[in-house]
């Protein structure tokens, strides 16, 4: 049972509690000592640690992903709160509650599916119905949806994650739908919630969430266009019209060829994808930052990614 999360870490605390491991590197002191930089997890957050005295030895005691037992006190550093830790002991993996340890969506998972399943039975066009069903009465396929993060760290990396980022996007879908002219609506919201369903195989997230070798290797774009060739088999009379105009609003979904799509958005379908999906990954990820930046300013630390500090407001 832990006692201390991160979010309650401050300057001057001593921390002595079991944190997951999710990266570790050794590095060298300017006096050419040897030191341990680690970044620890529990489901509050994320925090950087380091371990200065007898590294050596004790980065054999365990590695990335193990959850680990420490000694240390909290000291702040460039304006950020840093973990200094003088001693340290792995937990044996049959002692782990993996729920303090992993973030998870603040939603009702199985509500947002419902939610989700609600827009399904909206689609009036028979065979992407039908798709649709093919894929969510695949148990293997629904448990995965319902419990993949959305992405490793910019947006909706949590437990959930996935399943809350395709609901948001499909809502704003529906509300946009309707405001232009010679939009297919049931191809729009087929596409909207199929856009990122191979990161279900894109991405491992028992403990850690990181890429499986399918993922760094091929890509949830075309895991995903797989998979709905796989599906779409099983839909008799599926038209190849729709089926082309389906895959094209996956292909292109990241908008562009240097963020990864394969083509751009060229029809009026992809196009409102790419821009809802864009927005809701960036709206969670702004979020998310000013969230996690709790101290008095009114802006958040600089993003990085996003190259800009971030306005929290008064």
């Not at 709160?81 to 993996?93: E, H, N, R, W």
């Not at 599926?238 to 996956?250: C, G, I």
Request: charged content about 30%; proline content about 2%.
């Amino acid at each position: 049972m832990k006692n201390i999360y991160i979010k309650d870490v401050h300057a001057g605390d001593k921390v002595n509690d079991t944190f997951l491991v999710v990266e570790k590197n050794m590095a060298v002191s300017q006096k050419g000592s040897p030191y341990l930089n680690l970044s620890l997890r529990d489901k509050t957050g994320e925090i950087e640690a380091r371990i200065w005295d007898n590294a050596v030895a004790l980065n054999k005691l365990f590695g990335k992903g193990d959850v680990v037992d420490i000694k240390s006190r909290a000291v702040s550093y460039r304006n950020s709160i840093q973990l200094s830790i003088a001693g340290l002991k792995k937990v044996d993996s049959d002692e782990v509650d993996l729920d303090d340890f992993l973030s998870a969506s603040k939603m009702d998972v199985d509500r947002m599916f419902e939610d989700l399943m609600e827009f399904v039975e909206k689609v009036d066009t028979p065979c992407l119905k039908e798709l649709l069903y093919e894929f969510f009465k695949d148990e293997d396929i629904a448990d995965r949806f319902k419990k993949a993060p959305a992405a490793k760290g910019l947006h909706h990396c949590y437990l959930g994650g996935l399943l809350e980022h395709t609901l948001s996007v499909t809502r704003l879908i529906d509300m946009v739908a309707d405001h232009y002219e010679g939009v297919n609506r049931d191809l729009l919201i087929t596409g909207g919630i199929l856009h990122d369903i191979g990161k279900i195989h894109e991405l491992s997230f028992d403990s850690l969430t990181d890429y499986t070798d399918n993922g760094r290797l091929i890509g949830h774009i075309v895991i995903g266009i797989e998979m709905l060739d796989t599906k779409m088999a099983n839909v008799e009379n599926f038209s190849e019209q729709l089926a082309m105009e389906l895959k094209h609003t996956m292909l292109s979904h990241h908008g562009i060829l240097e963020y990864g799509s394969p083509k751009r958005p060229k029809t009026l379908e992809a196009l409102i994808i790419h821009y809802m999906d864009d927005l809701d990954a960036k709206m969670n990820a702004f979020q998310k930052f000013i969230e996690n930046s709790d101290d008095d300013s009114d802006w958040t630390p600089f993003h990085r990614l996003f190259e800009r500090f971030i306005y929290k407001g008064k």
